[in-house]
């Protein structure tokens, strides 16, 4: 049975940083990328995550499509990276996707890692319940769905690291 380990934290928080240096020690890592380039900003941010990861990881583009993609991943992997749920939300959402099925889907996922052939996960996701309440109706619907879903990931999850300024305290 695989082994899950929950990263989360604020914006710029050292997530990814970290559950990159978790993932170093495997030999073949998968990295399933959820963030889509919309604008030359976000093009930006995404080359330069590209650039920081190992040349023999394989990254998995998954932009709304993350249940079927880790379907399709057999015994190829000793480790794999999911960054990040947030953003993946956040497509999801933004294709009026209703919360009981991101939720439904979630829930699918989580029951699919554990039982695949790749020992370790490591799931990256910002934690949003800290923040002010969002203006927008869009905006508040997204920290709820947000938040639902980060504890349906901590509760399955082995282990729960929270970050904090790039310090990685372990919650679970």
């Not at 695989?2 to 073949?28: D, E, P, W, Y």
């Not at 790749?118 to 709820?144: A, C, L, T």
């Not at 879903?149 to 790039?166: R, W």
Request: proline share 2%; net charge positive.
């Amino acid at each position: 049975m695989a082994n899950i380990t929950f990263i989360l934290g604020g914006v710029r928080s050292g997530k990814s940083t970290f559950a990159s240096s978790l993932a170093k020690k495997h030999r073949k890592v998968a990295f399933f990328a959820t963030s889509e380039a919309l604008d030359d900003e976000m093009r930006k941010r995404i080359a330069l995550h590209k650039r920081r990861r190992p040349k023999n990881w394989k990254t998995i583009e998954a932009v709304d499509n993350l249940a079927e993609s880790i379907g399709n991943i057999r015994g190829d992997f000793d480790c794999a990276i999911i960054d990040c749920i947030t953003l993946y939300i956040a497509n999801l959402c933004c294709k009026n996707i209703k919360a009981e099925l991101i939720e439904r889907a979630i829930k699918k996922i989580m029951f699919a890692l554990r039982r695949s052939l790749i020992d370790e996960w490591i799931v990256v996701s910002n934690e949003v319940g800290q923040g002010i309440v969002p203006v927008s109706k869009m905006g508040r619907e997204f920290r709820d769905i947000a938040g639902k879903i980060n504890q349906i990931i901590a509760k399955e999850a082995d282990t729960v690291i929270f970050m904090i300024a790039g310090i990685p305290q372990k919650v679970k």
